[in-house]
């Protein structure tokens, strides 16, 4: 299900609420959302591809580290196995959870045997919208970004980055050497190409300059046989080529110096 998110997740380095939610039910919570992070509350949720490994490991880390996490209820979000591992993930790293039901009785009684009975929830079908929102708003202080202070924006990157190790079940130490031995080795296999580029533009440039050299020689020596031929044999082979025409010119000449002048008529 491709859904248009309403604004990117929070990549700052604050205390942030991870909201849950199914994307059937993103008509009511993207509203929600963006309303908070209009008024600078410090929100991340999922932006990628749902079976994506890296965003897997990136919605796991924003899980761990969040202030609060809000999980966004329904019959439909029930169904949906991508929202139930994260309320799982959530339990597990016993972060603190608050539940917004957007459905009636059923649905609060269908979730309660996910929560233990400490968790605190809110029904949206008991409050107006402006009760709901000052209530998040409350929820969330320690989440809201101060006007005065410019917090630290990490890319999206850099934030996969914080989960690499997690992901490759490695310890930090050892993920850098396996990047740096990478890069090294990347790099090495780049230089290795651009000296094998550089080594087949020569060797095409030499063969280039020999194939005309040898070109110019081959026409240099047809040329030479072309004058010796010429040279000794040129008139024989006029006679063979043109027989004709040099009877026709030894009969004219022989016609014309038998001329008897005496039998002009002046």
């Known amino acids: 299900m491709n859904v248009k998110k309403p604004f990117k997740s929070y990549r700052g380095d604050g205390k942030f609420a991870y909201a849950c939610y199914s994307l059937s039910d993103s008509e009511y919570v993207f509203p929600l959302l963006l309303k908070l992070n209009n008024d600078r509350y410090r929100i991340r949720y999922d932006e990628g591809v749902q079976d994506d490994i890296e965003v897997d490991a990136l919605r796991r880390h924003n899980i761990r580290n969040c202030e609060i996490f809000l999980a966004f209820i329904s019959q439909k979000a029930l169904m949906s ?24 009785n059923e649905t609060v009684s269908q979730a309660s045997k996910f929560f233990d009975e400490g968790v605190k929830s809110v029904r949206v079908d008991e409050c107006d919208d402006d009760l709901l929102y000052g209530i998040l708003t409350q929820l969330l202080t320690e989440c809201r970004e101060p006007e005065s202070i410019k917090e630290r924006v990490y890319t999206y990157d850099e934030l996969l980055d914080e989960v690499y190790p997690e992901q490759e079940n490695m310890s930090r ?3 850098d050497t396996v990047v740096q031995s990478d890069s090294k080795k990347i790099e090495a296999s780049a230089a290795s190409a651009e000296d094998a580029a550089k080594m087949a533009r020569l060797q095409r440039h030499q063969k280039n300059v020999a194939s005309f050299v040898n070109a110019l020689l081959v026409l240099a020596v047809m040329l030479a046989i072309a004058f010796v031929i010429y040279y000794f044999f040129g008139s024989q082979i006029k006679e063979l080529l043109f027989p004709e025409e040099e009877i026709y010119y030894t009969s004219t000449i022989k016609n014309i110096l038998n001329i008897d002048f005496s039998k002009l008529p002046y």
Request: aromatic letters at 22%; proline letters at 0%.
């Open 81 to 104: 196995t991508y929202f139930l591992n994260q309320i799982e993930k959530a339990k597990e790293y016993n972060v603190n959870i608050y539940v917004v039901y957007l459905d009636g």
């Open 173 to 175: 130490d050892t993920f």
